[in-house]
Protein backbone atom coordinates (compact mmCIF):
# COMPACT_ATOMS: atom_id res chain seq x y z
CA UNK A 1 0.00 0.00 0.00
CA UNK A 2 1.34 3.29 -0.54
CA UNK A 3 2.53 4.92 2.08
CA UNK A 4 1.65 8.65 1.95
CA UNK A 5 -0.58 10.68 -0.57
CA UNK A 6 1.78 12.68 -2.75
CA UNK A 7 -0.81 15.28 -3.74
CA UNK A 8 -1.42 16.39 -0.32
CA UNK A 9 2.30 17.18 -0.28
CA UNK A 10 4.05 20.32 -0.41
CA UNK A 11 6.43 19.32 -3.64
CA UNK A 12 6.74 16.60 -5.78
CA UNK A 13 10.31 15.71 -7.49
CA UNK A 14 11.84 13.19 -9.77
CA UNK A 15 15.14 12.06 -8.66
CA UNK A 16 18.04 10.55 -10.85
CA UNK A 17 19.71 8.60 -9.10
CA UNK A 18 20.46 6.61 -6.03
CA UNK A 19 23.01 9.11 -4.33
CA UNK A 20 20.74 11.73 -4.19
CA UNK A 21 18.16 9.37 -2.00
CA UNK A 22 21.44 8.45 -0.13
CA UNK A 23 22.18 11.79 0.66
CA UNK A 24 18.52 12.81 1.32
CA UNK A 25 18.82 9.66 4.13
CA UNK A 26 21.87 10.66 5.63
CA UNK A 27 21.31 14.23 6.23
CA UNK A 28 17.87 13.44 7.64
CA UNK A 29 19.39 10.86 9.86
CA UNK A 30 22.42 13.18 10.84
CA UNK A 31 20.69 16.41 11.28
CA UNK A 32 19.52 17.36 14.88
CA UNK A 33 15.58 17.11 14.21
CA UNK A 34 15.89 13.49 13.26
CA UNK A 35 12.79 11.66 14.63
CA UNK A 36 12.52 8.36 12.44
CA UNK A 37 13.37 7.08 9.22
CA UNK A 38 11.61 3.43 8.41
CA UNK A 39 12.32 1.71 5.12
CA UNK A 40 9.69 -0.73 3.96
CA UNK A 41 7.89 -2.37 0.50
CA UNK A 42 9.24 -4.33 -2.01
CA UNK A 43 12.84 -4.50 -2.22
CA UNK A 44 14.93 -5.11 -5.18
CA UNK A 45 17.51 -7.04 -3.17
CA UNK A 46 17.09 -10.46 -4.08
CA UNK A 47 17.99 -11.71 -0.74
CA UNK A 48 16.92 -8.83 2.18
CA UNK A 49 15.92 -10.60 4.76
CA UNK A 50 13.62 -7.40 6.70
CA UNK A 51 10.06 -6.75 5.59
CA UNK A 52 10.59 -3.65 7.56
CA UNK A 53 13.23 -1.48 9.28
CA UNK A 54 12.71 1.44 11.68
CA UNK A 55 15.96 3.69 12.36
CA UNK A 56 15.43 6.23 15.54
CA UNK A 57 17.81 8.43 17.72
CA UNK A 58 17.99 7.31 21.38
CA UNK A 59 19.90 8.69 24.22
CA UNK A 60 22.09 6.25 25.89
CA UNK A 61 24.27 7.05 28.57
CA UNK A 62 24.18 10.34 27.60
CA UNK A 63 24.99 9.93 24.43
CA UNK A 64 22.56 10.34 21.33
CA UNK A 65 23.38 6.87 19.13
CA UNK A 66 20.67 5.64 16.32
CA UNK A 67 18.74 2.47 17.04
CA UNK A 68 18.11 0.51 14.34
CA UNK A 69 14.89 -2.15 14.47
CA UNK A 70 15.08 -4.98 11.75
CA UNK A 71 11.61 -6.86 11.56
CA UNK A 72 11.09 -9.76 9.48
CA UNK A 73 7.93 -12.23 9.42
CA UNK A 74 8.99 -13.72 12.79
CA UNK A 75 11.24 -11.85 14.98
CA UNK A 76 12.90 -8.57 15.40
CA UNK A 77 16.20 -7.33 16.50
CA UNK A 78 17.28 -4.63 17.67
CA UNK A 79 20.77 -2.77 17.32
CA UNK A 80 21.93 0.57 18.09
CA UNK A 81 24.84 2.46 16.70
CA UNK A 82 27.10 5.58 17.47
CA UNK A 83 26.04 8.17 14.89
CA UNK A 84 30.07 7.94 13.54
CA UNK A 85 29.39 3.87 13.26
CA UNK A 86 26.04 4.27 11.70
CA UNK A 87 27.14 4.61 8.26
CA UNK A 88 27.32 1.15 6.97
CA UNK A 89 24.06 -0.43 8.54
CA UNK A 90 22.29 2.99 6.48
CA UNK A 91 24.25 2.32 3.27
CA UNK A 92 23.09 -1.61 3.53
CA UNK A 93 19.76 0.11 3.89
CA UNK A 94 19.56 1.85 1.14
CA UNK A 95 21.38 -0.89 -0.97
CA UNK A 96 18.28 -3.10 -0.40
CA UNK A 97 16.23 -0.66 -2.65
CA UNK A 98 12.80 -0.66 -0.27
CA UNK A 99 10.13 0.70 -2.28
CA UNK A 100 9.10 2.93 0.51
CA UNK A 101 11.32 5.09 2.60
CA UNK A 102 9.68 7.48 4.99
CA UNK A 103 12.12 10.17 6.59
CA UNK A 104 10.56 12.46 10.14
CA UNK A 105 12.51 15.10 11.32
CA UNK A 106 10.77 17.21 13.24
CA UNK A 107 9.79 19.78 10.72
CA UNK A 108 9.65 17.72 8.12
CA UNK A 109 8.35 14.77 6.53
CA UNK A 110 9.94 12.85 3.45
CA UNK A 111 8.58 10.29 1.88
CA UNK A 112 10.69 8.89 -1.16
CA UNK A 113 8.79 6.27 -3.18
CA UNK A 114 10.73 3.69 -5.88
CA UNK A 115 8.23 2.89 -8.53
CA UNK A 116 8.91 -0.92 -10.53
CA UNK A 117 10.38 1.11 -13.49
CA UNK A 118 12.82 2.80 -10.85
CA UNK A 119 11.29 6.42 -11.01
CA UNK A 120 11.95 7.63 -8.03
CA UNK A 121 9.63 10.17 -6.72
CA UNK A 122 9.95 12.40 -3.53
CA UNK A 123 7.07 14.41 -1.55
CA UNK A 124 7.99 16.36 1.47
CA UNK A 125 5.36 17.92 3.72
CA UNK A 126 5.92 20.51 6.32
CA UNK A 127 5.06 20.00 9.73
CA UNK A 128 4.27 21.71 12.94
CA UNK A 129 6.58 19.81 15.40
CA UNK A 130 8.53 21.63 18.33
CA UNK A 131 11.91 20.63 18.42
CA UNK A 132 12.00 18.00 21.03
CA UNK A 133 14.50 15.39 21.20
CA UNK A 134 13.27 12.30 20.25
CA UNK A 135 13.59 9.66 22.56
CA UNK A 136 12.73 6.26 24.16
CA UNK A 137 15.95 5.94 26.34
CA UNK A 138 14.45 8.85 29.03
CA UNK A 139 15.17 8.76 32.58
CA UNK A 140 15.98 5.33 33.28
CA UNK A 141 14.88 3.98 30.11
CA UNK A 142 11.21 5.16 30.64
CA UNK A 143 8.85 6.24 27.91
CA UNK A 144 7.28 8.62 30.99
CA UNK A 145 10.55 8.39 33.22
CA UNK A 146 9.96 9.68 36.82
CA UNK A 147 11.62 12.84 38.49
CA UNK A 148 10.45 15.42 36.34
CA UNK A 149 6.81 17.22 36.35
CA UNK A 150 4.28 15.40 33.98
CA UNK A 151 0.83 17.17 33.58
CA UNK A 152 -0.98 13.95 32.49
CA UNK A 153 0.65 11.48 35.10
CA UNK A 154 -0.29 13.98 37.77
CA UNK A 155 -3.86 14.24 36.92
CA UNK A 156 -4.04 10.68 36.95
CA UNK A 157 -2.91 10.66 40.85
CA UNK A 158 0.65 8.51 39.83
CA UNK A 159 3.05 11.41 40.32
CA UNK A 160 3.04 14.46 42.80
CA UNK A 161 3.89 17.87 41.82
CA UNK A 162 7.58 17.24 41.73
CA UNK A 163 7.76 14.42 39.36
CA UNK A 164 7.81 11.55 42.36
CA UNK A 165 5.95 8.23 41.92
CA UNK A 166 3.17 7.85 44.56
CA UNK A 167 3.89 4.47 46.33
CA UNK A 168 0.61 2.89 45.86
CA UNK A 169 0.70 4.01 42.60
CA UNK A 170 4.06 2.35 41.48
CA UNK A 171 2.64 -1.16 40.10
CA UNK A 172 0.41 1.54 37.40
CA UNK A 173 3.72 3.38 36.76
CA UNK A 174 5.51 0.60 35.99
CA UNK A 175 2.71 -1.04 33.80
CA UNK A 176 1.92 1.81 31.79
CA UNK A 177 5.76 2.50 31.20
CA UNK A 178 5.90 -1.52 29.93
CA UNK A 179 2.91 -0.88 27.89
CA UNK A 180 4.50 2.20 25.97
CA UNK A 181 7.18 0.53 25.49
CA UNK A 182 5.87 -2.32 23.91
CA UNK A 183 3.37 -0.02 21.91
CA UNK A 184 6.03 1.85 20.05
CA UNK A 185 7.55 -1.38 18.90
CA UNK A 186 4.23 -2.55 17.72
CA UNK A 187 3.45 0.68 15.95
CA UNK A 188 7.25 0.53 13.76
CA UNK A 189 6.24 -3.10 13.49
CA UNK A 190 2.75 -2.54 12.01
CA UNK A 191 4.37 0.96 9.69
CA UNK A 192 1.69 2.78 11.33
CA UNK A 193 3.60 6.07 12.61
CA UNK A 194 4.34 6.38 8.52
CA UNK A 195 0.94 6.44 7.63
CA UNK A 196 0.44 9.99 6.47
CA UNK A 197 -2.52 10.37 9.17
CA UNK A 198 -2.94 10.57 12.55
CA UNK A 199 -3.46 6.85 13.99
CA UNK A 200 -6.47 5.67 15.38
CA UNK A 201 -6.19 3.51 18.54
CA UNK A 202 -9.14 2.10 20.58
CA UNK A 203 -8.78 1.46 24.38
CA UNK A 204 -10.86 -1.83 24.91
CA UNK A 205 -12.16 -1.62 28.56
CA UNK A 206 -10.64 1.20 29.32
CA UNK A 207 -11.87 1.72 33.15
CA UNK A 208 -10.29 4.85 34.53
CA UNK A 209 -8.28 5.15 31.77
CA UNK A 210 -4.68 5.58 32.65
CA UNK A 211 -3.52 3.26 29.32
CA UNK A 212 -5.50 5.71 27.11
CA UNK A 213 -4.31 8.89 28.78
CA UNK A 214 -0.99 7.96 29.01
CA UNK A 215 -1.27 6.59 25.10
CA UNK A 216 -2.76 9.75 23.91
CA UNK A 217 -0.02 11.89 25.66
CA UNK A 218 2.55 10.02 24.88
CA UNK A 219 2.25 9.44 21.39
CA UNK A 220 1.23 12.71 20.61
CA UNK A 221 3.19 15.00 22.80
CA UNK A 222 6.25 13.15 23.42
CA UNK A 223 7.22 10.50 20.44
CA UNK A 224 4.99 12.96 18.30
CA UNK A 225 3.32 10.58 16.53
CA UNK A 226 0.05 11.94 15.43
CA UNK A 227 -2.54 9.69 17.16
CA UNK A 228 -6.39 10.10 17.69
CA UNK A 229 -7.67 7.49 21.12
CA UNK A 230 -11.08 6.17 21.70
CA UNK A 231 -11.67 5.03 25.09
CA UNK A 232 -14.93 2.73 25.07
CA UNK A 233 -16.34 0.66 28.50
CA UNK A 234 -19.95 -0.24 29.47
CA UNK A 235 -19.41 1.61 32.87
CA UNK A 236 -20.91 4.90 32.57
CA UNK A 237 -19.59 6.03 35.83
CA UNK A 238 -15.99 5.22 34.69
CA UNK A 239 -16.28 7.02 31.35
CA UNK A 240 -17.74 10.00 33.06
CA UNK A 241 -14.78 10.25 35.40
CA UNK A 242 -12.49 9.57 32.34
CA UNK A 243 -14.06 12.53 30.18
CA UNK A 244 -13.41 14.74 33.49
CA UNK A 245 -9.89 13.64 33.62
CA UNK A 246 -9.18 13.64 30.19
CA UNK A 247 -9.80 17.42 30.41
CA UNK A 248 -7.93 18.04 33.15
CA UNK A 249 -5.11 17.14 31.14
CA UNK A 250 -6.05 19.26 28.62
CA UNK A 251 -6.57 16.33 26.10
CA UNK A 252 -10.06 17.27 25.01
CA UNK A 253 -9.68 15.55 21.69
CA UNK A 254 -9.53 11.93 23.51
CA UNK A 255 -13.15 10.43 22.35
CA UNK A 256 -14.76 8.14 25.34
CA UNK A 257 -17.72 5.47 24.55
CA UNK A 258 -20.12 4.13 27.19
CA UNK A 259 -20.79 0.89 25.50
CA UNK A 260 -20.55 -2.83 25.13
CA UNK A 261 -16.67 -3.35 23.32
CA UNK A 262 -18.27 -5.54 20.57
CA UNK A 263 -20.92 -2.73 19.61
CA UNK A 264 -18.00 0.09 19.06
CA UNK A 265 -18.11 1.66 15.84
CA UNK A 266 -14.89 2.07 14.92
CA UNK A 267 -12.26 0.71 12.58
CA UNK A 268 -9.12 1.50 14.65
CA UNK A 269 -5.32 1.08 13.36
CA UNK A 270 -4.64 -0.16 16.73
CA UNK A 271 -6.52 -1.82 19.42
CA UNK A 272 -5.46 -2.34 23.06
CA UNK A 273 -7.23 -3.56 25.97
CA UNK A 274 -5.31 -3.50 29.22
CA UNK A 275 -7.51 -6.04 31.78
CA UNK A 276 -10.60 -6.20 29.62
CA UNK A 277 -12.47 -8.79 31.95
CA UNK A 278 -13.13 -12.33 30.79
CA UNK A 279 -15.02 -12.57 27.07
CA UNK A 280 -14.32 -8.69 26.91
CA UNK A 281 -10.78 -9.48 25.70
CA UNK A 282 -11.94 -11.83 22.99
CA UNK A 283 -14.84 -9.24 21.91
CA UNK A 284 -11.78 -6.88 21.55
CA UNK A 285 -9.85 -9.19 19.38
CA UNK A 286 -13.04 -10.03 17.56
CA UNK A 287 -13.25 -5.93 16.56
CA UNK A 288 -9.53 -5.72 15.29
CA UNK A 289 -9.95 -8.56 13.24
CA UNK A 290 -13.49 -7.30 12.17
CA UNK A 291 -12.05 -3.54 11.34
CA UNK A 292 -8.37 -5.24 10.03
CA UNK A 293 -6.38 -3.40 12.75
CA UNK A 294 -3.05 -3.52 12.13
CA UNK A 295 -2.41 -4.49 15.55
CA UNK A 296 -3.26 -5.83 18.60
CA UNK A 297 -1.62 -5.48 22.25
CA UNK A 298 -3.93 -7.35 24.47
CA UNK A 299 -3.08 -7.73 28.26
CA UNK A 300 -6.07 -10.62 29.00
CA UNK A 301 -7.80 -10.56 32.17
CA UNK A 302 -9.45 -13.42 34.39
CA UNK A 303 -10.84 -15.78 32.67
CA UNK A 304 -14.30 -17.44 33.48
CA UNK A 305 -15.48 -18.97 30.44
CA UNK A 306 -13.62 -22.17 29.70
CA UNK A 307 -13.00 -22.36 33.42
CA UNK A 308 -16.24 -23.74 33.27
CA UNK A 309 -16.24 -26.22 30.47
CA UNK A 310 -12.87 -27.06 30.31
CA UNK A 311 -12.93 -31.26 30.48
CA UNK A 312 -10.01 -33.80 29.46
CA UNK A 313 -10.04 -37.37 31.18
CA UNK A 314 -6.48 -38.10 31.17
CA UNK A 315 -6.18 -34.56 32.69
CA UNK A 316 -8.43 -34.96 35.52
CA UNK A 317 -5.62 -34.61 38.32
CA UNK A 318 -4.99 -31.34 37.09
CA UNK A 319 -8.46 -29.88 36.30
CA UNK A 320 -9.79 -31.34 40.14
CA UNK A 321 -7.86 -28.65 41.88
CA UNK A 322 -9.61 -25.39 41.50
CA UNK A 323 -6.58 -23.03 41.09
CA UNK A 324 -4.77 -25.24 38.93
CA UNK A 325 -8.03 -25.69 36.79
CA UNK A 326 -8.20 -22.04 36.82
CA UNK A 327 -4.16 -21.72 35.37
CA UNK A 328 -5.12 -24.27 33.07
CA UNK A 329 -7.74 -22.70 31.72
CA UNK A 330 -6.33 -19.55 31.92
CA UNK A 331 -3.48 -20.75 29.35
CA UNK A 332 -5.81 -22.61 27.17
CA UNK A 333 -7.46 -19.48 26.46
CA UNK A 334 -4.52 -17.42 25.25
CA UNK A 335 -3.63 -20.39 23.30
CA UNK A 336 -6.99 -20.54 21.44
CA UNK A 337 -6.66 -16.54 21.35
CA UNK A 338 -2.90 -16.64 20.02
CA UNK A 339 -4.23 -19.88 17.04
CA UNK A 340 -7.10 -17.86 16.26
CA UNK A 341 -5.41 -14.49 15.66
CA UNK A 342 -2.44 -16.66 13.71
CA UNK A 343 -5.41 -18.50 11.68
CA UNK A 344 -6.99 -15.05 10.71
CA UNK A 345 -3.74 -13.44 9.12
CA UNK A 346 -1.83 -11.79 12.89
CA UNK A 347 1.55 -12.89 13.28
CA UNK A 348 1.17 -13.21 17.46
CA UNK A 349 3.06 -13.64 20.24
CA UNK A 350 2.56 -14.14 23.61
CA UNK A 351 5.17 -12.43 26.12
CA UNK A 352 5.25 -11.09 29.76
CA UNK A 353 4.54 -7.71 29.37
CA UNK A 354 5.86 -7.01 32.76
CA UNK A 355 7.44 -8.68 35.81
CA UNK A 356 4.62 -10.60 37.94
CA UNK A 357 5.19 -8.49 40.68
CA UNK A 358 3.50 -5.60 38.85
CA UNK A 359 0.69 -7.81 38.40
CA UNK A 360 -0.32 -11.50 38.60
CA UNK A 361 -2.31 -10.87 35.09
CA UNK A 362 1.17 -10.12 33.17
CA UNK A 363 0.95 -11.93 29.73
CA UNK A 364 -0.02 -9.90 26.69
CA UNK A 365 -0.84 -11.17 23.42
CA UNK A 366 1.33 -9.06 20.31
CA UNK A 367 -0.55 -9.50 17.13
CA UNK A 368 0.57 -7.85 13.80
CA UNK A 369 -1.35 -8.09 10.66
CA UNK A 370 0.36 -9.51 7.62
CA UNK A 371 0.55 -13.03 7.60
CA UNK A 372 -1.08 -15.64 5.14
CA UNK A 373 -4.57 -16.58 6.79
CA UNK A 374 -6.38 -20.24 7.11
CA UNK A 375 -2.50 -21.71 6.54
CA UNK A 376 -3.86 -25.58 7.45
CA UNK A 377 -1.36 -26.48 10.35
CA UNK A 378 -2.59 -24.22 12.40
CA UNK A 379 -6.45 -24.87 11.30
CA UNK A 380 -5.02 -27.89 12.38
CA UNK A 381 -3.89 -27.41 15.52
CA UNK A 382 -7.16 -25.66 16.61
CA UNK A 383 -9.09 -28.27 15.50
CA UNK A 384 -7.30 -30.74 17.80
CA UNK A 385 -7.10 -28.16 20.78
CA UNK A 386 -11.06 -27.88 20.40
CA UNK A 387 -11.53 -31.64 20.66
CA UNK A 388 -9.01 -32.27 23.26
CA UNK A 389 -10.76 -29.86 25.87
CA UNK A 390 -13.69 -30.27 24.63
CA UNK A 391 -15.08 -26.96 24.18
CA UNK A 392 -15.09 -24.10 21.55
CA UNK A 393 -13.68 -21.07 22.75
CA UNK A 394 -16.26 -17.54 23.11
CA UNK A 395 -13.90 -16.16 20.50
CA UNK A 396 -14.75 -18.92 17.64
CA UNK A 397 -18.12 -17.39 18.47
CA UNK A 398 -17.31 -14.08 18.67
CA UNK A 399 -15.24 -13.46 15.40
CA UNK A 400 -17.81 -15.37 13.41
CA UNK A 401 -17.46 -16.10 9.61
CA UNK A 402 -14.08 -14.41 9.74
CA UNK A 403 -12.75 -17.30 12.05
CA UNK A 404 -15.08 -20.28 11.10
CA UNK A 405 -14.50 -19.99 7.13
CA UNK A 406 -10.98 -21.01 7.54
CA UNK A 407 -11.97 -23.66 9.79
CA UNK A 408 -14.08 -25.40 7.71
CA UNK A 409 -12.23 -24.99 4.44
CA UNK A 410 -9.42 -27.71 5.98
CA UNK A 411 -11.79 -30.16 7.62
CA UNK A 412 -11.40 -33.74 6.33
CA UNK A 413 -14.75 -35.00 4.87
CA UNK A 414 -14.98 -38.17 6.37
CA UNK A 415 -13.18 -37.98 9.44
CA UNK A 416 -15.26 -40.11 11.89
CA UNK A 417 -13.23 -38.81 15.31
CA UNK A 418 -13.86 -35.05 14.26
CA UNK A 419 -17.20 -34.33 16.46
CA UNK A 420 -18.11 -30.56 16.46
CA UNK A 421 -16.49 -28.90 19.14
CA UNK A 422 -18.43 -28.20 22.21
C1 LIG B 1 -10.18 -4.56 35.18
S1 LIG B 1 -10.83 -3.16 34.38
C2 LIG B 1 -9.45 -2.61 33.46
C3 LIG B 1 -9.49 -1.14 33.20
C4 LIG B 1 -8.30 -0.57 32.47
N1 LIG B 1 -8.11 -1.15 31.16
C5 LIG B 1 -7.03 -0.69 33.30
O1 LIG B 1 -6.26 -1.63 33.05
O2 LIG B 1 -6.85 0.09 34.20
C6 LIG B 1 -11.89 -3.89 33.16
C7 LIG B 1 -12.85 -2.90 32.53
O3 LIG B 1 -13.49 -3.55 31.44
C8 LIG B 1 -14.84 -3.08 31.40
N2 LIG B 1 -15.62 -4.08 30.63
C9 LIG B 1 -15.88 -5.37 30.97
N3 LIG B 1 -16.59 -5.97 30.00
C10 LIG B 1 -16.77 -5.05 29.02
C11 LIG B 1 -17.41 -5.07 27.75
N4 LIG B 1 -17.99 -6.19 27.27
N5 LIG B 1 -17.43 -3.96 27.01
C12 LIG B 1 -16.84 -2.81 27.48
N6 LIG B 1 -16.21 -2.74 28.67
C13 LIG B 1 -16.17 -3.83 29.43
C14 LIG B 1 -15.22 -2.95 32.84
O4 LIG B 1 -16.32 -2.08 33.02
C15 LIG B 1 -13.93 -2.42 33.45
O5 LIG B 1 -13.93 -1.02 33.52
Redesign the pocket.
Known amino acids: MMMFCFESMGSICFMPDRDQVRQLVFDAVHSADFVRATFAGATRAARCPWRRVVVRPIERRGERVLQFSYFDDRKDTTHNFPLQEAAPPLHELIAFAFAGVHLTTTRQEIDIRITKKEKILIGRRDIAFSPVMITHNRVKNLPLPEGRPDRVLEVMGIINADGRVRPTMRAKFNQINEFLKLLCHVLDDAGLPSLGRPVEIL ?9 TLAVHHYLNNIARIPARVMG ?4 EE ?1 IRKSIDRSLRCGAQEIRFTV ?4 AADIRPDLVL ?8 TD ?1 ALALAVASQARAILSVP ?1 CHHDLNDRIDSEALRPLLRHGILRQRSADLVTDAFRALALRIVGYRTEVIEFVSPEHTARNLMIRAVRGVPPGEASFVGEYREMCRFWGVTPYLERAMGERLTMYLSQTEPTNRATATACD
Open positions: DCGCGSSYLVDVNVGRIAALHACDTADC
